[in-house]
């Protein structure tokens, strides 16, 4: 009896053990907190090479043993381990994580995990660039990244984004950052659709962007486009609708006011009796539309996105206005376990309709025209032309200057790259990839030859010119990685060859039509002379990265690079790094601490090189033909031409605390340039305007602070902070011994508002101190600072600067239940500008119409006032002087966006995977001193010497609209 027990015993647990090991198919659906679902989440068996990816909805189905463990994992959540215990269905809830110590950074050719970093480096992720009406994937980046400054140098639809990355290395050659978008490298990033890009990796010191050499000194900005995952075939489709109008207008003399005005300049004649608000019909409102449909999916080794937009943006100006076509596609295959090749490519195409800015009534501006022309006239004569400023020699109002001219151009863009890689081993690989940017660019004008006055003596004006600028790039990387015990060894070495053909074709005729402006002619046409440019580079590259115990990092860089812009002797430069950091949290000391999860010194030293924006062939002596086929000589010879170089250490902090909820980085850094690439303006004498010299040193010094908070996180709300804010400190440290100063923009009839010299940082203004109205004589009165009791060049000094003492940004995120709230502030402080519109406004010299500060001008019965009287055709009253500087300091709700995401329920019944709805206020609110339409924006570029000068420059627009997120 008791072996038949024993033996029915061991038969039941026989078959137990058969029921355990036996294979259940597994069904199951993952999701958020929110409930919505995950597509993408990696779905393993433990101990196994099993698993699969969850769909589009968030579904996944597996075999596995009833005794087995599923890991459900995805970037950003924390990682769940649940037993399958003879279950069929699991459904999983992956919570966020704050510690994304792990989460993968893409650096420059290869890719490091978080923890792992020694350098300064920063991302943005797509979900910063969702919902808002922009054209340029960098607007997203204001005020969300430790260092970089980002603003606009016009509001006008398609605008041109600057960006400087710990401040300005050169004067005159470029400020700007590499873009690298997925490995093809631009100049430029503004022509991506934002709904594409996945990611924007910023490297801000030098050993991280030393990898790039001289194409890195002012910093790298990577661009990782979506990919898509495997699993169904997911299809997203997102549109908004919105419109736009300036936040502020400026108070002009109405009628009556201008006339007094006029009479005190002894003019007889006012221009009529109409009461026009100009600002009113020049000023409307903008809509914004986008559209945007993307599929993807994946299988068998392959994975595909493929994306289509189109983005309308009518400007507050009219008839500005932006039409813009995106097509994007990424993909990937693996043709066998050791190879795999991969393609992605961009084409962007764009029309724009412009209106000239940054110009006074005078020269066609049309922001200052719609403030200096007066309301005693209408928009048109009679006999159906424009009407003009009286007493103003044909001075056009900004109705003429906006329509009278048809100001079109095409833009056309191509990026793509095709690439192959080869695995030899798991820890050795090799790519080799061959990419291109082909940028096309159409710009036509023409001008009434009837309506307006310049056309009108002209007799009709046509003008247009092509580029075609194509860049092509070889690169060749080697990749290993070994990881040994506690060690982690990596290396990279390569070989890059890249060339430029440039390509410029213009041409113009005038007088095409008799004096009326109405019976053809034969054209005058201007004779021109077509130009071309070419460029090349060649780079050898290596880096070599190491870790311990993931405590003790090391990482070092180099590279040399071959530039066809300087001659033989000095064509090479060579730009070495180094980084080192060290992990405390993983101390004994440290590793069992309940208060601080993670902290990491870090310290970088590193030299990069420029050969940016001072031409192709500055070294070289050069002819120019001219359209009397003659030569002349253009440009002396200047062998001696060399890299222009940055050299920069940082040093850096990174602690995370209170079970992952604080996150707080610090860095501190030290920017020399030497050998600055200059184009140094000669004497008339030499018979030259510039030339390119390597001329004197600058540096830059700043702090840097970042800090994010998990301030709730309940199941039905959470609310999270990030905040950051930096301080650099620009000096000219040297313009050499024969340069004591360079002079910038210049402002009509007087002298120019910036000047650079040893010791003052860019963008310093430079002019005569006003020191208020003569009581007596009702005239400006300045500062005599060199006591020879009169006033003229010699008193000029330094009356402002355009740097900011910090900059920063403040984002909160709230959810609650299904509904979220995004507020973004944006903030500069303790910069200024020059408010050159000003002149315009207040020098009461002509027939403008100014502003209505004006009515508190100097006359015999008002005589205690800093308003000088108004005299006709002198501009002594107002010079270029501290009374056109202003504070420029603002704070800025940039962004504010209410979403409603429709919960799992509903998404089951719509058959849908994502639903989304939101509406998005844009320059909602601006606090600042500025008197200007907008203290923001720059007549120049606003990352050159020349930074900080408004003069009848298009202010940004608030925006509001509402948009729809869907996924299938």
């Given amino acids: 009896m008791r072996k038949k027990f024993t033996l029915f015993i061991l038969c039941l647990l026989c078959g137990i053990s058969i029921s355990m090991a036996q294979e259940l198919n597994i069904k199951g659906a993952v999701k958020d907190h929110q409930g919505l679902p995950l597509p993408g989440v990696s779905v393993k068996v433990k101990g196994t090479s099993k698993g699969a990816i969850t769909n589009a909805d968030g579904t996944y189905s597996l075999s596995a043993a009833a005794n087995a463990t599923l ?208 600002q009113k019909e020049t000023f409307g409102t903008g809509t914004q539309n986008q559209y945007q449909v993307a599929i993807s999916g994946g299988g068998k080794g392959g994975q595909y996105y493929l994306s289509s937009g189109y983005q309308q943006d009518k400007g507050v100006v009219a008839p500005a206005k932006l039409d813009r076509y995106t097509l994007n596609f990424n993909g990937s295959q693996k043709a066998t376990s050791w190879l795999k090749f991969s393609a992605n490519a961009a084409l962007t195409s764009r029309n724009s309709i412009d209106v000239s800015d940054n110009n ?105 010119n092509h580029t075609r600028d194509n860049v092509w790039l070889n690169e060749n990387i080697l990749n290993y990685k070994k990881d040994f015990g506690k060690n982690a060894f990596g290396a990279t070495a390569g070989y890059t060859i890249q060339e430029s053909d440039y390509k410029y074709n213009d041409y113009q005729e005038t007088r095409f039509f008799d004096l009326t402006g109405t019976i053809p002619q034969k054209p005058s046409v201007s004779p021109t002379i077509p130009k071309r440019a070419q460029w090349a580079k060649q780079s050898y590259l290596a880096r070599i990265t190491y870790a311990y115990d993931s405590k003790y990092l090391f990482s070092t860089n180099f590279r040399a690079d071959g530039s066809s812009r300087f001659s033989k002797n000095n064509q090479f430069g060579y730009f070495p790094s180094a980084s080192a950091g060290w992990r405390i949290s993983g101390e004994n000391f440290l590793k069992d601490s309940k208060t601080i999860n993670d902290l990491k010194i870090r310290g970088s030293w590193g030299k990069v090189g420029n050969d940016e924006g001072i031409g192709d062939y500055s070294y070289m002596k050069l002819y120019e033909i001219n359209a009397q086929n003659t030569y002349t000589l253009k440009n002396p010879e200047n062998k001696d031409l060399a890299w222009e170089t940055t050299t920069q250490t940082n040093i850096g902090l990174d602690l995370t605390m209170f079970n992952n909820r604080v996150t707080f980085t610090a860095d501190a850094y030290l920017k020399k340039t030497d050998d600055l690439l200059i184009n140094v303006q000669l004497p008339l004498s030499s018979g030259f305007v510039e030339q390119a010299f390597n001329i004197g040193s600058m540096e830059n010094k700043g702090l840097e602070f970042t800090l994010s908070t998990k301030n709730f996180d309940r199941k039905k709300f959470t609310w999270s902070t990030d905040l950051n804010i930096s301080f650099n400190k620009n000096k000219v440290t040297s313009l050499g011994e024969t340069t004591p100063s360079l002079d910038f923009a210049p402002i009509a009839r007087r002298t120019s508002a910036v000047r650079v010299v040893k010791g003052m940082p860019l963008g310093s203004f430079y002019g005569y101190q006003f020191t208020g109205v003569n009581p007596e004589t009702g005239m400006a009165t300045y500062a005599d600072l060199n006591g020879d009791h009169k006033i003229d060049a010699n008193d000029r000094t330094f009356i402002g600067s355009a740097q900011p003492d910090f900059t920063y940004g403040i984002t909160n995120n709230l959810t609650y239940g299904n509904f979220g709230l995004n507020i973004f502030f944006q903030g500069v402080q303790g910069n200024q500008l020059f408010n050159a519109s ?126 729809v997120n869907v996924g299938f």
């Fill in 360 to 464: 006074g009534v005078a020269n066609g501006g049309v922001i200052l025209s719609a403030l200096n022309t007066p309301s005693t006239i209408g928009v048109y004569n009679p006999d159906g032309t424009y009407t003009t400023l009286p007493n103003a020699g044909g001075w056009d109002n900004p109705i003429a200057l906006a329509f009278g001219a048809k100001n079109k151009t095409r833009n056309f863009r191509f990026i793509g790259a095709f690439s192959g890689e080869l695995n030899f081993t798991k820890d050795l690989s090799f790519k080799s990839t061959i990419s291109t940017n082909l940028n096309k660019n159409f710009y036509d004008y023409s001008l009434d030859a009837f309506k307006t006055t310049y056309g009108r003596q002209e007799r009709g004006i046509y003008r247009n």
């Fill in 838 to 963: 000003g002149i315009d406004l207040e020098g009461m010299i002509d027939a403008k119409n100014q502003s209505d500060k004006v009515l508190n001008r100097w006359t015999p019965s008002n005589t205690n006032t800093n308003i000088p009287k108004a005299v006709k055709d002198d501009v002594n009253n107002s010079l270029t002087s501290s009374r056109f500087v202003e504070n420029a300091s603002y704070l800025r709700l940039k962004t504010a966006t209410l979403s409603y995401n429709f919960g799992a329920a509903s998404l089951g019944k719509l058959k849908m995977s994502k639903l989304t709805l939101f509406a998005t206020g844009y320059n909602i609110l601006t606090f600042t001193k500025y008197k200007g339409l907008d203290p923001e924006v720059n007549q120049y570029s606003s990352n050159g010497p020349q930074m900080g000068v408004d003069y009848g420059t298009y202010p940004q627009s608030r925006s509001f609209l509402f948009g």
């Fill in 71 to 278: 890991t459900f994992s995805f970037i950003g959540y924390k990682t769940v381990e649940e037993a399958v215990g003879n279950r069929t269905q699991l459904n999983i809830n992956l919570s966020e994580d704050n510690n994304q110590l792990n989460e993968v950074i893409v650096v420059g050719y290869g890719t490091q995990t978080k923890k792992d970093l020694t350098t300064a480096v920063t991302t943005i992720t797509s979900k910063d660039l969702k919902n808002q009406p922009i054209t340029s994937p960098l607007q997203a980046v204001q005020g969300k990244a430790a260092g970089v400054q980002v603003s606009s140098q016009s509001g006008k639809p398609g605008s041109d984004i600057t960006i400087s990355i710990r401040g300005n290395t050169s004067i005159t050659a470029s400020n700007s950052p590499l873009y690298v978008i997925d490995g093809i490298t631009s100049r430029t990033a503004g022509f991506l659709n934002p709904n594409d890009i996945e990611s924007l990796t910023i490297l801000k010191d030098a050993s991280a962007a030393a990898i790039y050499g001289s194409s890195g000194a002012n910093g790298v900005v990577l661009i990782t486009t979506k990919k898509g995952t495997s699993g169904k075939v997911k299809v997203d489709f997102n549109a908004f609708t919105g419109f736009s109008n300036f936040w502020r207008k400026q108070k002009v003399l109405n009628n009556e006011q201008y006339i007094t005005l006029q009479k005190e300049l002894g003019y007889t004649t006012f221009g009529g009796d109409s009461n026009t608000d100009w």
